[in-house]
Structure formats: structure tokens, C-alpha cells
């Protein structure tokens, strides 16, 4: 059925059609926006997430490695990604998969070594991508050596690096040393049990509570200078920069930020006086603050509230709809409203000074073809790759990899809480890069892998997809080629919503810079809808799916979106 019958059919027996609205782009209000401090590169700058242990297999034991993501350079720059975020490759034992980190200074075995991780970023370099690694700074393994000697009886320079609590106070959340030959207290973990908090202080700590020490206590001030030690390391190595893991999470006994913002600042001046190139970003899932305190990108992520209200990550599925509602849904109860007026909150104070990034999804989301098919995945990458900030694709969403729910609990994947069960795994498969044995990502014996694979006859891989010119490989292709191409798409590129209305579609918003201006129209919703703009002389298509711009509107089909370059 044509996209204008099924509006017609829509409109039967109603006297309007509630989704026709009339707006203006108003250009005696001209947008500006300044490109914020920085290193230039990020400018540009489109990342990819790698998930190292389930990237490529490069010596057949089963586990991704370094050598093998090195060898798919070329593939993610052929996508249109021009920057890279490694997750944990330190030693560890993988109870949290890398993120407990046993040595922060060696590369974990599985994964190759220090020369490999050196080598990875030179070839990047050779190619123009940049290399983030994850800094784990709020925390380690119970097995680093620093945690050990903390531990002991006798007093020595790393007695006080993590928080150490008298057992008679039962301070919540504190865990028992896990062995023999230890001393009395108790430590206070970060996320697991098993991942000590480091000591950088507490913001106010209390008088009658001697072990809550101050920020300029030495063994705090120590702690800071090892993990300032620690990026230099990476960073003459040749890594480009990192991606901090629960970056708020440093400093305790801090309400209003004041403190772990100071902290941030501080590693920034040293980054911009002796790394400039180097990127900051950061864990934080709160732009507002992150950004402010020092980091040139921060994700909104699954675990607050706007990202929740787009594509509810976490939500139940009931048919089209999610419980609670998202806005990328069929069923069309979403409310893109309540997203923006947060997201704006956002970007009103971060668009001059850094990036928000809208991920595709990450190791701990469910990816966005959970519930969803290619065309829904399709709408979903028109908004997020044209939106301002800095992309972030997650390694098999170009593909559309599945979210697999009942994969095994691996090294820490399923969490469970009050907020009832998170099964992280299912986000973690191999890559599927071909139709040969496990799918391409190893010469293993399938019940060695890391995790299992897909076992869908009709998984997607990147082989059959490169040959498929409609393949959603190729259509993200496509997407991040206008992104690279179009000014007004650009990273720090002006952004105005035009129609947003609560329970409302479709989602129109403007991409501006300079003279050239461009619409975005999005429509989730299994319904048709439409939009119109007043004083739009010409709207020319960029790519559309069931979308089109006809005497003053644009017209949206179910599940659909536009891209125009538009003209008064």
C-alpha cells in the first residue's frame, strides 16, 4: 500500500489528523554554536566499541585479542569510524571481565601483549584512527598487588590506598579480606566485592570517623599520581586517550560534585599541557556535570532516565509496545518530549565546551534489535547518527547482531538487585563476520569460545552484507558517509528541535551550519504521520525511508524517517 493511501486510510472516520502540524524555521534566529576545546580530531570523531575478547580470534584459542582487532582496522574504517574505544585489556581474573584489573601496567595474556597493544596503535594511527583504551580508575582486583600489600598487618606504603573501615562499625557494603594473613578492617568495595575502592579521599570527611581521610591525606595524593602514572604509560605507549569507568564514583562524601570535579580538572591540565591530542571521556551518564568537570565526551547511557525514555534498553517487551513506554517503539507510546527536555538540559550547558554521545548500545545493553526489526534499527540510526555530539557505535550493531537473553552468565555478565536481573552476555557474542565455521570470529572448537554464537540460520555477518548494497552494514555506510559530508551534520554542527510534541510524532529537528540547513524527521510509530513547515520553499531527500516532502509537508509512513536538505 502506498505511503498516501495509508494516510488516507488512517484519516477514515476522524475530522483531523492529529499528527499535521504547522511550524516555522525561524531565521530571524540565527543558530551558532562555538566548536568546543578540545583535540581537533574529535571534531570529527566517530567511534567504535570493541569488545576485545569478542572482536576477532587471531590464534585460535577461542578469546579475541589485540592482533585480531589490528587486523580488522581496515574493516571499521571502511564503516566510517574514525576513532576506537577498547574495553579492559589489563591482567586480570576476569571476574568482572576486565574490570577488575590485577596489573594496570600489562596487557592480559588472553589478549596478546604490551607490543601487540603498541603495534594495534600504530597501525591505527597509519590509517587515521585513534585508540581509547578503558581506565578502570575507581577501582582494582582483589588480586593487584597494591590491594594485597594494603591488606597485610604490618603498615607499608599501600596501607591506605583503599578505604579500610574498623570491623566493630559495620559500615555498609564493607567486605572480609578473601584469604589468610590480613589485617582486622574491613574494605569497602566499588561494584563487587571482589573490586576494592581505590582511596582518592572523601569530599567531607566525618571528624569522628578517622578512616574517611581527606583528599590531601598521602596516601590519597598517591593514589591520584598512580593513576596520572598509569595513563602516561598507555599514552607513550601510544594509545590516544580513554574512556573512564564510573567516573564518578572516585571521590565520597561529595553532594555537589565540587571535588571529584577539582580531580578531573586536574588530570585535564595535565592531559591539554602534555597529551593535547588525547581524549577524555568519561562514564558519568550526566553530561551537565561530566562535561564541566573536565571530559570532552559524556554517554548518555542505559542506566538514566533519557536514554530509557528513547529506547527503554531495559524494558519489558509486550508485542510493539516496551513497559515502561520508549519513543522507538511501534506501538507509538513513547514520549520524546520527556527525552528532550532532558537532553536539552544537556546540551544548553556542554555545547560549547564538549560532546554528548547517544551510544547505538554497549556491553551493558541490550542492543537495539531487541524487540525490533532491521526497518525499526534503521530509524533508530537516523536519529542517532544525525544528532549533534559524537557517535558511538557498539562492535555487530552495524550488522545487527542479536541480543541473545539466554546466553550463559560469563565473568560477571548477569547482575543481579533490586532492580531485578540484567543479563549483560547477551550482548557480548562473537562478532559474525562470515558464513564459515563460528561465523568467522575463530578456528576454535565451538565449545571453546568465549561466549556462544548466534545459532540462527539467517544471522547476519559481515561478509554477506558487504556484497548486499541494502544491507544495514551499508546503510550505516551511508549514514556516517552524509554525517562525514554535510557540514550541518557535523559533530558541533547547531541543533534545534522544530516538533516535539509530548506523545507526539514524528521528531523534527534542524541541523544547521552556516547556509546549510537540514531536516530530520523520525516517526518509530507503526502509524502514519505528517509535518509541515511554513515558508519551506524546497526540501530535497538525502535518504529517506517511507518519507517524503510534498506541497509543504513532509510525509511520514509507519516506522519511518527523512533526511532533507531544505531551503526557505
Known amino acids: 500500500m ?9 484519516m477514515i472516520g476522524r475530522r483531523v489528523l492529529s499528527t499535521i502540524f504547522y511550524f516555522a524555521i525561524d531565521a ?17 570523531a566517530v567511534f567504535y566499541q570493541v569488545y576485545p575478547q569478542s572482536y576477532f580470534d587471531s590464534n585460535g584459542d577461542g578469546v579475541g585479542d589485540l592482533p585480531g582487532i589490528t587486523a580488522k582496522l581496515d574493516y571499521i574504517r571502511s564503516i566510517g569510524c574514525n576513532a576506537i574505544w577498547i574495553n579492559p585489556i589489563y591482567e586480570s581474573p576476569f571476574g568482572d571481565a576486565g574490570y577488575d584489573v590485577a596489573d594496570f601496567y600489562q596487557v592480559a595474556a588472553r589478549y596478546g601483549t604490551n607490543d601487540d597493544l603498541k603495534n594495534l596503535c600504530a597501525q591505527a594511527h597509519k590509517r587515521g584512527l585513534h585508540v581509547c583504551l578503558d581506565l578502570v580508575a575507581g577501582h582494582t582486583s582483589v588480586e593487584n598487588k597494591w590491594f594485597q600489600q594494603s591488606a597485610l598487618e604490618q603498615i607499608n606504603p599501600y596501607s591506605n590506598w583503599y578505604i579500610w573501615t574498623p570491623p566493630e562499625e559495620k559500615v555498609p557494603g564493607s567486605q572480609l579480606f578473601p584469604g589468610e594473613q590480613h589485617r582486622r578492617e574491613r574494605y569497602l568495595p ?5 573490586q576494592p575502592a581505590l582511596n582518592y579521599g572523601y569530599a567531607r570527611p566525618d571528624p569522628k570517623k578517622p578512616w574517611q581521610r581527606p583528599v590531601t591525606d598521602p596516601a590519597c595524593v598517591a593514589v591520584r599520581e598512580e593513576l596520572r602514572n598509569v595513563m602516561k604509560f598507555w599514552l607513550d605507549l601510544g594509545a590516544d586517550g ?19 570535579s577539582a580531580l578531573w580538572h586536574y588530570y585535564r591540565a595535565w592531559l591539554d599541557q602534555h597529551y593535547p591530542d588525547a581524549v577524555f571521556i568519561s562514564e558519568w551518564s550526566d553530561p551537565a556535570v561530566a562535561i564541566p568537570a573536565g571530559f570532552h565526551i559524556d554517554s548518555l547511557l542505559q542506566f538514566r532516565e533519557p536514554y530509557q525514555i528513547l529506547l527503554g534498553s531495559e524494558a519489558r517487551l509486550d508485542g510493539d509496545a516496551r513497559e515502561p513506554h520508549a519513543f522507538f517503539e511501534r506501538a507509538g507510546g513513547g514520549d520524546i518530549r520527556a527525552f528532550l527536555d532532558e537532553y536539552l538540559r544537556h546540551y544548553a550547558r556542554t555545547k560549547d565546551r564538549g560532546y554528548i554521545a547517544i551510544p547505538t548500545g554497549n556491553h551493558d545493553t541490550p542492543r537495539p534489535t531487541w524487540g525490533r526489526n532491521e526497518q525499526d534499527v534503521r530509524t533508530i540510526f537516523a536519529m542517532l547518527l544525525t544528532m549533534p555530539g559524537v557517535p558511538f557505535i557498539y562492535y555487530g550493531d552495524e ?40 561465523a568467522g570470529f575463530s578456528t576454535a572448537p565451538a565449545e571453546t569460545l568465549y561466549l556462544p554464537l548466534d545459532p540462527t540460520e539467517s544471522r547476519p555477518d559481515v561478509a554477506t ?11 550505516t555506510r551511508a549514514l556516517l558517509k552524509l554525517r562525514r559530508e554535510r557540514a550541518a551534520l557535523a559533530n558541533a554542527a547547531d541543533f534545534r528541535p522544530l516538533y516535539a510534541e509530548k506523545n507526539g510524532y514524528p521528531f523534527v529537528y534542524l541541523r544547521q551550519a552556516g547556509s546549510e540547513r537540514i531536516v530530520v524527521c523520525i516517526n518509530p510509530a507503526g502509524r502514519p504521520c505528517a509535518a509541515a513547515l511554513e515558508e519551506v520553499g524546497q526540501a530535497k531527500p538525502l535518504l529517506v525511508q517511507d518519507a517524503a516532502f510534498r506541497e509543504g509537508r513532509f510525509e511520514m509512513g509507519p516506522v519511518s524517517f527523512g533526511i532533507f536538505e531544505v531551503e526557505r
Open 242 to 260: 580513554f574512556r573512564v569507568d564510573m567516573a564518578a564514583s572516585l571521590i565520597r562524601n561529595d553532594p555537589d560534585h565540587e571535588t571529584i
Open 2 to 10: 502506498s505511503l498516501e493511501a495509508r494516510m488516507h486510510k488512517s
Open 399 to 438: 550488522i545487527g547482531m542479536k541480543f541473545l537473553p539466554e546466553v550463559p552468565n560469563k565473568e560477571g555478565g548477569t547482575l543481579r538487585g533490586n532492580f531485578g536481573e540484567v543479563r549483560r552476555c547477551g550482548s557480548r557474542t562473537p562478532m559474525q563476520w562470515s558464513k564459515e565455521k563460528n
Open 465 to 475: 552484507e558487504e556484497n548486499d548494497p541494502a544491507s544495514l552494514l551499508n546503510f
Open 28 to 44: 530571524a534566529a540565527p543558530l551558532h554554536a562555538e566548536v568546543p576545546p578540545g583535540p581537533k580530531w574529535l571534531q570529527t
Open 190 to 194: 566499588n561494584f563487587f566485592p571482589f
